[in-house]
Protein backbone atom coordinates (compact mmCIF):
# COMPACT_ATOMS: atom_id res chain seq x y z
CA UNK A 1 0.00 0.00 0.00
CA UNK A 2 0.94 3.56 -0.39
CA UNK A 3 0.16 6.23 2.58
CA UNK A 4 0.67 9.65 2.08
CA UNK A 5 0.48 12.45 4.88
CA UNK A 6 -0.39 16.35 4.19
CA UNK A 7 1.01 18.81 5.94
CA UNK A 8 1.77 22.34 5.99
CA UNK A 9 -2.22 23.58 6.28
CA UNK A 10 -3.63 26.75 8.25
CA UNK A 11 -4.85 30.25 8.13
CA UNK A 12 -4.02 32.80 6.01
CA UNK A 13 -4.64 36.68 4.91
CA UNK A 14 -5.44 36.77 1.19
CA UNK A 15 -2.88 37.60 -1.07
CA UNK A 16 -0.50 35.40 1.70
CA UNK A 17 1.47 32.03 0.72
CA UNK A 18 1.32 28.66 2.23
CA UNK A 19 3.72 25.75 0.99
CA UNK A 20 1.75 22.26 1.62
CA UNK A 21 3.61 19.24 1.90
CA UNK A 22 2.67 15.19 0.74
CA UNK A 23 5.03 12.36 2.29
CA UNK A 24 4.63 9.39 0.64
CA UNK A 25 5.78 5.87 2.15
CA UNK A 26 5.27 2.17 2.14
CA UNK A 27 5.19 1.10 -1.86
CA UNK A 28 6.74 4.54 -3.35
CA UNK A 29 8.65 2.40 -6.62
CA UNK A 30 7.42 3.27 -9.68
CA UNK A 31 5.32 0.71 -10.04
CA UNK A 32 2.96 1.49 -8.06
CA UNK A 33 2.39 5.38 -9.05
CA UNK A 34 3.62 7.39 -11.33
CA UNK A 35 1.46 10.92 -11.05
CA UNK A 36 0.90 12.42 -8.38
CA UNK A 37 -1.50 15.26 -7.85
CA UNK A 38 -3.10 18.25 -5.62
CA UNK A 39 -7.02 18.16 -5.29
CA UNK A 40 -9.36 20.45 -3.19
CA UNK A 41 -13.20 20.20 -2.03
CA UNK A 42 -14.78 23.14 -0.78
CA UNK A 43 -17.64 23.06 1.65
CA UNK A 44 -21.05 21.88 -0.76
CA UNK A 45 -18.71 21.63 -3.70
CA UNK A 46 -17.29 18.94 -5.91
CA UNK A 47 -13.54 17.86 -5.73
CA UNK A 48 -11.55 19.91 -8.06
CA UNK A 49 -8.23 18.97 -9.23
CA UNK A 50 -5.19 21.72 -8.81
CA UNK A 51 -2.25 20.50 -9.81
CA UNK A 52 -0.77 17.18 -10.89
CA UNK A 53 3.11 16.26 -12.00
CA UNK A 54 4.43 13.16 -13.48
CA UNK A 55 6.87 11.80 -11.34
CA UNK A 56 9.11 10.67 -14.22
CA UNK A 57 8.99 12.87 -16.85
CA UNK A 58 8.25 15.89 -14.60
CA UNK A 59 5.55 17.07 -16.65
CA UNK A 60 2.78 19.27 -14.57
CA UNK A 61 -0.48 20.44 -15.23
CA UNK A 62 -2.80 23.18 -13.21
CA UNK A 63 -6.14 23.77 -12.72
CA UNK A 64 -6.75 27.39 -14.90
CA UNK A 65 -7.80 28.86 -11.54
CA UNK A 66 -4.65 28.49 -10.04
CA UNK A 67 -2.09 29.09 -13.03
CA UNK A 68 0.56 31.42 -12.13
CA UNK A 69 -0.17 31.14 -8.55
CA UNK A 70 0.27 27.80 -7.81
CA UNK A 71 3.82 25.72 -8.29
CA UNK A 72 3.68 21.78 -7.73
CA UNK A 73 6.78 20.01 -7.31
CA UNK A 74 8.17 16.58 -5.98
CA UNK A 75 11.60 15.59 -4.42
CA UNK A 76 11.98 11.85 -5.68
CA UNK A 77 14.85 11.15 -3.25
CA UNK A 78 12.53 12.60 -0.08
CA UNK A 79 9.45 11.15 -1.65
CA UNK A 80 7.61 14.83 -0.71
CA UNK A 81 5.18 16.26 -2.84
CA UNK A 82 5.18 19.98 -2.67
CA UNK A 83 2.44 22.72 -3.25
CA UNK A 84 3.61 26.73 -3.30
CA UNK A 85 0.24 28.50 -2.92
CA UNK A 86 1.51 32.50 -3.48
CA UNK A 87 -1.57 35.38 -4.24
CA UNK A 88 -3.79 33.09 -2.43
CA UNK A 89 -7.62 34.04 -2.47
CA UNK A 90 -10.49 33.82 -0.58
CA UNK A 91 -12.04 31.35 -2.80
CA UNK A 92 -8.62 29.03 -2.53
CA UNK A 93 -10.30 28.05 1.05
CA UNK A 94 -10.95 24.04 0.91
CA UNK A 95 -9.41 20.68 2.27
CA UNK A 96 -6.49 19.76 -0.02
CA UNK A 97 -5.81 16.35 -0.98
CA UNK A 98 -2.51 15.00 -1.86
CA UNK A 99 -3.01 11.64 -4.09
CA UNK A 100 -0.91 9.66 -6.84
CA UNK A 101 -1.54 7.24 -9.32
CA UNK A 102 -0.40 4.80 -11.92
CA UNK A 103 -0.86 5.85 -15.79
CA UNK A 104 0.05 4.64 -19.06
CA UNK A 105 0.92 7.92 -20.68
CA UNK A 106 2.36 10.71 -19.27
CA UNK A 107 -0.80 13.02 -20.83
CA UNK A 108 -3.14 10.83 -18.62
CA UNK A 109 -1.65 12.29 -15.52
CA UNK A 110 -2.82 15.45 -16.03
CA UNK A 111 -6.50 14.81 -16.78
CA UNK A 112 -8.12 11.76 -14.73
CA UNK A 113 -9.22 12.60 -11.63
CA UNK A 114 -9.72 8.14 -10.46
CA UNK A 115 -6.56 8.68 -8.28
CA UNK A 116 -5.55 5.12 -6.51
CA UNK A 117 -4.24 6.67 -3.36
CA UNK A 118 -5.40 9.58 -0.88
CA UNK A 119 -4.34 11.47 1.98
CA UNK A 120 -6.16 12.27 4.59
CA UNK A 121 -6.01 15.99 3.77
CA UNK A 122 -4.50 19.21 5.05
CA UNK A 123 -7.42 22.33 5.74
CA UNK A 124 -6.41 25.70 3.95
CA UNK A 125 -8.40 28.82 5.25
CA UNK A 126 -7.87 31.93 3.21
CA UNK A 127 -9.70 35.32 5.08
CA UNK A 128 -10.27 38.07 3.22
Known amino acids: QVQLVESGGGSVQAGGSLRLSCAAS??????????MGWFRQAPGKGRERVASISTGSGSTGYAESVKGRFTISRDNAENTLYLQMDSLKPEDTAMYYC???????????????????WGQGTQVTVSS
Open 99 to 117: AANWVSFDYACHVRTDFGY
Open 26 to 35: GYTASRFYNC
